[in-house]
């Protein structure tokens, strides 16, 4: 039931050999949180070498007062994916918002820190206002804009293993076309998914983008214009990051259909 954190800014004693001192703790059972995970630069070679159970992700890389939000999701989410794929919990610190406990929640975190959940209080308020918290689960659709950011990095990531696979690719691009054909959007064109075939399916993939739009944004062109920028040129090229700047544009600003639709007309004026 003990964790300790060991600070980014701590520095070893001279001679002291640090892996082998955090292992007798962990031989004890004692838990092992990494602190302020991005806050500087070893941090990442600290999180390789050291017996960690958890790391906790720096305050400093959550907060969007002034920032690019989209690039403040996308920077927590690869940190986040990076302390799971090594088999440690992530906890964020730093959550001051109801949004930002949403994006992280979506983004995979196991546990957030902020005011976002509460404030200091003295310990004997503390079990009665844990008998007050409602559960928290995963909203099956994002509210806040946040939330749709930090979805729509999801999303993205699915999309990029979707490409990178030449059989899921392949039916990928044949149904990109098919739909632009037909003037309809992709997820019209996916036939219905064999039980028995092993590619992704792309049915619920694609309806998946929904949940990221604003509200009344039922065009399938937003969905069409992403998912062929990224068939077409590829998810570095310069035609995606203009796709997806438009689809931020849309979910931080709520705009309509009609935005959507104007940037289809102009991705097919290009390539003609």
Request: hydrophobic share 40%; glycine share 8%; aromatic share 6%.
């Amino acid at each position: 039931m003990l964790t300790l954190e060991i600070l980014e800014t701590d520095a070893p004693p001279f001679g002291t050999q640090v892996s082998p001192e955090l292992a007798k703790f962990k031989k004890l059972g004692v838990n092992l949180a990494e602190d302020d995970l991005g806050s500087v630069h070893s941090s990442l070679q600290r999180l390789r070498e050291l017996p960690f159970h958890c790391v906790k992700i720096d305050r400093s890389i959550v907060n969007v007062a002034g920032q690019d939000a989209s690039n403040v999701l996308r920077f927590v989410y690869q940190l986040t994916r990076l302390g799971r794929s090594l088999g440690k919990s992530v906890v964020v610190e730093g959550v001051e918002d109801a949004g930002m406990l949403e994006a992280i929640h979506v983004q995979g975190a196991d546990v957030a820190q902020g005011y976002a959940i509460a404030r200091s209080m003295p310990a004997k308020e503390v079990v009665t206002w844990i008998g007050k918290q409602p559960g928290l689960t995963r909203a099956l659709s994002p509210k806040s804009t946040l939330g749709k950011l930090a979805t729509l990095l999801v999303w993205e990531e699915r999309l990029r293993l979707v490409c990178s696979d030449a059989r899921a690719f392949g039916r990928l691009s044949a149904i990109v076309h098919a739909s632009a054909r037909a003037g309809v959007g992709v997820a019209n064109a996916i036939p219905p998914v064999d039980p028995a075939c092993q590619v992704c399916r792309f049915s619920h993939f694609f309806v998946d983008t929904e949940s990221i739009l604003p509200e009344g944004f039922s065009d399938p062109s937003i969905q069409r214009a992403l998912i062929a920028a990224a068939v077409s040129y590829g998810s570095g090229s310069a035609a995606y990051r203009s796709a997806r700047d438009r689809v931020v544009t849309a979910i931080m600003h709520g705009t309509s259909d009609r935005y959507a639709a104007c940037f289809w007309q102009d991705r097919c004026t290009d390539r003609q």
